[in-house]
């Protein structure tokens, strides 16, 4: 009885605990990281749920989403506690935090990422602020820089009279030495503005492209309205281009004789009153008398332009400009192309671009970039000038000048850009481009502050 009881006693004493054994342990839990508080410029408190039997956490920072670039100090950075302040940051930055929960050797998995973005403002880098005419002219190979005017920018010691002879040694009237405003009536011409605008150019010494003598969106109603026959009507164009051309001999250096003759949509030529009353041959016609004027007038080195604009992209068209211009070439009659690159920050691509450009380079003509400017809005998804857009915007304008920049010497002619500030663009809500929204497609903001695009466009001349 006594030998059964002890051995009872002995198996229940074995199996007891004895208090010295460990409870296996739970799985380490993982931190739920807070939004962070006390954010400054420099600085922002790291928040996080405490997680049981954790004895120190780990907090990663990082200036990327993907915690691709740690910042320095904060890998791995050892905290007690559920807090810990974040210092020596830059403003306006966007930083990312994110918590493992330590016990021993024992590390959790890692917490939610959370983002914070420091107060302030990114400082503003200025804009290079050389001139753009003064880089062109130190290339081996300079060319004008250009822009379009209006007669009421040419005031002496105005701010576009001042940017005007600084950036630029070349002008083109935007819309006032177009047929429309100058002939009133057959033979009977209104020279004010146009007068005003070469004469500028010509005290200044700055190159002036004529544009456009034949357009069908500047035919004026008198011609429009002409009750005559298509013979005598050729006659009145003869006469208006022979007037205006022999007018400025010697005053403005070139002319696009025709803008925008062929269709968008098919390649064919465009239904323009031109060609219904002149026939197919009116482009070769406009041109033979420009030249006989210049020639009457002993301007002999007038240079003589076809323009128009989305060649690049739309290759019917493309076709159809260089049929016309090899059909001008045969008479002699053309001295360039016009490539209007009304483009957009998208489009188009640079291989477009060059290939467009090269089909009139093979043929020895001179290549103007004749009214350059760079939507960012053309699908009215921005509200302003965004810095991604405003960089993309940038970097089209750079390619476009070193494009035109790797020209031989014999094919630069000049680039010219159309207009100087983005509030007076011709792009912004403008119905026949299906435009709805607002643009900033030039080189100046609203104040004539430089903007990046104009610091891409100097990039380009490098």
């Known amino acids: 009885m006594g030998i059964a009881f002890f051995l009872v006693f002995t198996l229940l004493s074995c199996s007891k ?21 006390n954010i400054t410029d420099t600085s922002f408190q790291a928040n996080w749920v405490l997680v049981p039997e954790a004895e120190s956490y780990l907090i990663d920072v990082s200036t990327s989403s993907s915690f691709s670039m740690m910042l320095t100090g904060y890998e791995a950075f050892v905290v007690q506690g559920n807090t810990v302040s974040v210092i020596g940051l830059s403003p306006a930055i966007n930083y990312y935090y994110r918590v493992r929960a330590k016990r021993g050797a024992e590390i959790s998995s890692n917490s939610n990422a959370i983002t914070v973005i420091t107060t302030g403002v990114i400082p503003e880098e200025p804009e290079d602020p050389t001139f753009l005419k003064v880089k062109a002219n130190a290339l081996a190979n300079p060319f004008f820089v250009g822009v379009a005017v209006k007669s009421n920018q040419l005031t002496e010691g105005s701010s576009y009279d001042t940017v005007l002879k600084n950036e630029f040694s070349s002008i083109t009237a935007e819309y006032e030495m177009k047929m429309n405003p100058i002939s009133t009536g057959s033979g009977s011409y209104n020279w004010v503005a146009a007068d005003k605008i070469v004469k500028y150019g010509n005290d200044n010494g700055i190159n002036v492209h004529g544009h456009a003598l034949v357009w069908h969106n500047a035919v004026p109603n008198w011609l429009a309205n002409f009750s005559g026959t298509d013979a005598e009507f050729a006659l009145e164009v003869k006469k208006y281009i022979t007037d205006v051309v022999t007018r400025y001999a010697g005053k403005v250096k070139s002319w696009d004789v025709v803008n925008e003759a062929v269709n968008d949509n098919d ?42 604009y989305a060649t690049s992209t739309n290759i019917n068209k493309q076709n159809k400009v260089y049929t016309i211009v090899d059909d001008l070439m045969a008479n002699n009659l053309i001295d360039g192309v016009g490539f209007q690159m009304h483009n957009t920050y998208l489009s188009p691509t640079k291989i477009q671009m060059e290939t467009d450009i090269n089909r009139a380079v093979v043929k020895g003509l001179k290549i103007h970039v004749s009214e350059l400017d760079i939507q960012v809005n053309q699908n009215n998804d921005i509200t302003y000038l965004t810095e991604e857009r405003n960089l993309a915007q940038k970097a089209k304008y750079l390619e476009i000048v070193k494009i035109y920049n790797a020209l031989p010497a014999a094919n630069k002619y000049a680039l010219t850009v159309w207009g100087f500030k983005d509030n007076e663009s011709w792009i912004p809500y403008n119905t026949d481009l299906n435009h709805p929204g607002n643009d900033w497609p030039l080189l100046y903001d609203k104040d004539f502050k430089l903007k990046s695009a104009h610091t891409g466009f100097l990039e380009g001349l490098n």
């Open 17 to 37: 605990d004895d208090g010295n054994s460990p409870e296996p342990s739970a799985k380490l839990g993982i931190p739920f990281a807070s939004t962070a508080s």
């Open 267 to 308: 390649g064919g030529l465009r239904n323009t009153i031109f060609l219904q009353k002149m026939g197919p041959n009116y482009i070769k016609d406009c041109f033979q008398w420009a030249r006989d004027a210049a020639n009457a007038a002993g301007d002999t080195n007038l240079l003589l332009f076809y323009n128009d």
